[in-house]
């Protein structure tokens, strides 16, 4: 099937945010913090505004008429440092000019004096008692922070905690135990399209063009930021060059909106790769955490002591937090669980979402636990996970949704297509995994589907298209249930003055919620046009079908364009009727397999062949489907292998470019990627479906390790990068050689 949008961005039609065209835009260029914590003495930007084509300087002293501070979690970000600055990278000033050259240069003149402060840029260390506190005052909830939610004033700012026995007094007794700490660093998400903003203060309102991922959120907190109601703001979606995440809530709109505001005119700004570095990247994580088992494979207690580090502001960190508690568990049968993860603050860039949060963080170290037990017991690893698994319908946490997968029946697969047990030479190995996370977040997404006197239907959704396909799969819902062929469906971008409510583009919702709200809008269309063709025809509805764009009784047939000749004809839908338990509307899988060759001489792993399985329920187009698994296959890689933000000891990103960062290129595509696609029909979206696209990153993760340790070299610390892998090898061979 070809997708709609596909023509337009192969030809180059396709308009992003950077190529809107704008009448009297000003080009914005941001000046940032050189240092990671400081208290600013003083700003000049005389010189600037002497550069000629420069408007204006703007910064923390023209917004305090506003309570000029944004986050949907937590209230904590001010759109300008107003004071102090809490990484390298804060923006302190922004330069509005007649050409990006101008404004480029003015930035340069702009004079600051720092008067520095000792940064924290150890998530252990920040989260130690008695610690200096990033933040000086009480965090405040953001419109997005779940009412109840406490946050402390430590720089462990919020905790989620998993307790819960399953037996009554837990007997560890003769158990074997498992216990050590675990790395994963900060890297970035790395779209393809950099964030891009283009805003306007009108007198009616805020006007804003942004390349986000959940426009009506963003609308929301403008709003309150700018003290305007949520009907004098708009926020348009153009083509979206990618986002993983990165482009998830609010980054750089209000920014752009502030400047706008303060010259009057539109203004347009385009992150660089080394801005974009700075907004938003994935958290890095310290953790600690023991397993106990019994000696005949049976599983006792699961407990872990996990850091966060989500950088000098919140962002989205006490969810990816609270995913990352819920990982930490894995989908066994415990007597005993016991986890803490602590979200906390540092003199370090803002983290946010990025694909698979929370299960890309922690199953690699529940299940490196439970193959390095195995070896313990003298148990196979498919065995042991296979004795342990819950079945479809029991409960993996207390209050949650009930586990809707048959995760025995998708490891089977994997280890089928990874010829499980049979002999491999030395210095390879094979890694399995299991795991599910929760998605969905939110049943608030509505949908319309209007057939126009053209004889086109139109679809309005809010869910983005990212490069994940949601304008095909939205188009092929509507017209599987109208009857229609694809090319009379068009699926329109996110306006919030038009379209309806749609909550976000993320957690893998876009085909099972926003997906199920179109559906719920067609069938309530079909049945309109039904109704409208019985009078138009003076025949009984049930006598009526519709196929191929036509209405037919008996040897009358005419096409659904004459019923809206007199005006469109629509319905609209939503998905109210999903229901859930905590943050999962579905679970969704991570499963996956890999086979690894490591190089002893160099530590350099190469990747033969990964088995990834999308239990998606029904899929509506398995082509995505098989492209979502190989595309995060990718990001997979280079987050288990090379990619890593690296800082200097003063706190300053030391890898900002693309030259320094080393992203996946086709040179690290597995030898064989398969896709096991599973069909049970199970998933509470359309026709059956459940999401995926981001299940491989927790499965994929953790069977490299699993793998790589079977090679022979055992694995704590994200990314297994040559030179760390040779050391390890060289440790490995130390410990064990004689005498």
């Known amino acids: 099937m070809v997708r709609p949008d596909l023509a337009a961005k192969l030809s180059g039609a396709a308009v992003y945010g950077a190529d809107l065209p704008v009448a009297g835009v000003l080009h914005v260029k941001l000046l940032r913090s050189v240092v990671a914590h400081a208290r600013i003495a003083a700003v000049d930007p005389a010189a600037a505004l002497e550069v000629p084509g420069v408007v204006a300087v703007v910064t923390a002293a023209d917004l305090v008429d506003l309570d000029a501070t944004w986050g949907h979690y937590v209230r904590d970000r001010p759109i300008f440092a107003d ?110 399209e950099p964030h891009v903003v283009v805003a306007s203060w009108e007198p009616d309102g805020i006007s804003v063009h942004s ?9 929301q907190e403008l709003a309150t930021v700018f003290g305007l109601p949520l009907e004098r703001v708009r926020v348009r979606v153009p083509f979206v060059g990618g986002g993983f995440g990165s482009k998830s809530y609010t980054k750089m709109e209000p920014v752009a909106v502030a400047v706008a505001r303060a010259v009057g005119r539109p203004v347009r700004l385009v992150n660089r790769v080394e801005d974009a570095m700075v907004t938003t990247r994935r958290h890095g994580m310290r953790c600690r955490m023991r397993t106990a ?47 803490d993860a602590a979200c906390v603050y540092t003199h370090l860039p803002p983290s946010g979402s990025y694909r698979g949060f929370g299960a890309a963080h922690l199953q690699w170290v529940g299940e490196s636990q439970v193959d390095e037990v195995a070896a313990l017991l003298g148990i196979d690893r498919l ?42 030479p030395a210095w390879r190995g094979r890694g399995i995994s299991v795991g599910v996370s929760p998605a969905g977040v939110s049943a608030r997404s509505a949908a319309r589907v209007e057939l126009r006197p053209d004889g086109r239907v139109m679809v309005l959704v809010g869910s983005q298209e990212i490069g994940q396909g949601a304008r095909t799969v939205h188009a092929q819902i509507a017209a599987e249930v109208l009857g229609l062929g694809m090319e009379r469906v068009v699926v329109l971008p996110t306006d919030t003055d038009h379209t309806p409510y749609d909550r976000s583009t993320g957690a893998s919702r876009s085909t099972t919620v926003a997906g199920l709200a179109v559906q719920r809008a067609s069938e309530r269309l079909r049945t309109a046009l039904l109704a409208a063709a019985a009078e138009h025809g003076g025949v009984p509805v049930d006598e009526l ?192 050689a004689p005498g």
């Not at 390349?211 to 609308?219: A, G, N």
């Not at 042991?384 to 697969?413: F, H, K, M, S, V």
């Not at 459940?690 to 090679?711: N, P, W």
């Open 83 to 192: 004071g102090v600055v809490r990484f390298a990278g804060e923006i302190v000033a922004a330069v509005a000019a007649e050409t990006e050259e101008a404004a480029a240069a003015a930035v340069t003149t702009i004079e600051v004096e720092y008067d520095e402060l000792p940064a924290l840029l150890d998530v252990a260390a920040a989260a130690a008692p008695g610690a200096a506190r990033v933040h000086d005052r009480a965090p405040r909830p953001g419109f997005a922070c779940p009412p109840g939610t406490e946050l402390g004033m430590d720089n462990a700012f919020y905790h989620h905690g998993l307790q819960h026995e399953r037996v009554a007094e837990v007997d560890e007794a003769g158990a074997v135990v498992v216990q050590h700490e675990y790395i994963f660093p900060a890297v970035y998400q790395y779209a393809m």
């Open 211 to 219: 390349s986000c991922q959940h426009p009506f959120l963003v609308r």
């Open 293 to 339: 088992v019994r000696p005949d494979g049976r599983f006792v207690s699961r407990q872990a002591w996990i850091w966060m580090d989500t950088g000098a502001y919140a962002d989205n960190g006490p969810t990816v937090t609270m995913v990352a508690g819920m990982a930490a568990v894995g989908p066994y049968r415990w007597d005993r669980v016991d986890i």
């Open 383 to 424: 065995e042991l996970r296979l004795r342990n698994l819950l079945d479809r319908g029991e409960t993996l946490i207390p209050g949650q949704r009930p586990l809707d997968a048959d995760l025995a029946g998708d490891l089977r697969e994997v280890a089928k297509r990874l010829d499980w047990g049979g002999a491999l």
């Open 545 to 736: 079908t519709l196929r191929d764009g036509r209405i037919s009784t008996g040897k009358r047939s005419w096409d659904i364009a004459e019923l809206a000749a007199a005006g469109p004809i629509g319905a609209d839908g939503d998905a109210s009727e999903l229901t859930g338990a905590g943050p999962a509307l579905f679970w969704e899988v991570c499963v996956a397999g890999a086979e690894v060759s490591v190089d002893p001489e160099t530590g350099l792993v190469e990747v033969p062949r990964v088995v990834t399985v999308a239990d998606v329920g029904r899929a509506v187009n398995p082509s995505l489907v098989e492209r979502q698994d190989e595309g995060c296959t990718l990001q997979v890689i280079g987050n288990a292998f090379f990619e890593e933000m690296r800082f200097s000891e003063d706190g300053v990103l030391l890898n900002d470019s693309l030259l320094d960062y080393r992203v996946p290129t086709l040179t690290d595509v597995p030898a064989e990627m398969i896709c096991v696609i599973v069909e049970n029909g199970d998933g509470p979206g359309p026709f059956g479906a459940k999401g995926c696209g981001e299940g491989v990153f927790g499965g994929l993760t953790a069977a490299l390790v699993s793998a790589v340790t079977d090679a022979g070299v055992p694995v704590r610390e994200l990314p297994m990068s040559p030179d760390r892998v040779w050391r390890w090898i060289q440790q490995t061979t130390s410990d064990t």
